[in-house]
């Protein structure tokens, strides 16, 4: 597993609200584009809804061979069978996390910190979400971190890294040379008008900055 998670490129985590109309619809598009991976985040849907709606999209992404992870909640993620769940400091303990879900499924964790990532690797996380890197204005997200933390993140961790926070086309490419393996967006590709075309766009700025980076070319 730890090696198709060092191959996501793009994390497309939903939000009904930004993205407005059929969310299955916008998820297909963002995995036509590409997507790699997609997390179900709805924090104001109640229980069966969350359930009904993440039964759609993991459907939906099943068709394209992609990883389905559910933000936060690890009961849903269990119910809906998940390959796993994200979670942070304010969720379950990683451990406990670990033991409702079992050794197979996927645990990402959100981290601000080296001692929190280094912990985090100490209680079986599989991958870090880390940001935000840049302003966004994502509720509660907290100040930008700055790519500089990428770099020592990735001097003290081998798991697979995830930026997330203010990435767009614009400066996608920094987070990756910086040391993150991937980058998780919501309004960047949610707010897209063409969403299969943005995660495209995405992708291939990603890819090309992994080639300078492999070449020394920074």
Request: with cysteine.
């Amino acid at each position: 597993m730890g090696k198709r998670l060092k191959e996501v490129n793009i994390c497309v985590i939903t939000d009904r609200e930004i993205a407005g109309g059929n969310l299955q619809e916008s998820v297909r598009q963002a995995l036509l584009g590409g997507a790699e991976m997609i997390q179900f985040r709805e924090k104001r849907v109640g229980d069966r809804e969350f359930y009904d709606l993440g039964l759609r999209l993991i459907e939906e992404v099943k068709k394209f061979g992609s990883l389905f992870l559910v933000n936060d909640r690890v009961d849903q993620a269990l119910a809906l069978g998940a390959d796993g769940v994200h979670i942070g400091p304010e969720d379950l303990p990683l451990p406990l996390a670990r033991k409702i879900l079992g050794p197979d499924k996927i645990i990402g964790y959100s981290v601000k910190e080296i001692e929190d990532a280094l912990q985090a690797c100490r209680e079986g996380a599989d991958y870090l979400g880390v940001g935000p890197i840049f302003s966004t204005t994502t509720k509660d997200a907290g100040p930008a971190l700055g790519a500089e933390i990428l770099r020592r993140l990735r001097e003290a961790v081998a798991l697979p890294i995830l930026a997330i926070g203010g990435i767009d086309e614009r400066n996608v490419q920094v987070p990756i040379l910086w040391g993150a393996d991937g980058v998780a967006v919501i309004k960047a590709v949610m707010a897209a008008e063409d969403r299969r075309a943005k995660v495209e766009r995405l992708r291939e700025r990603i890819i090309e900055a992994k080639r300078r980076k492999a070449k020394g070319r920074i």
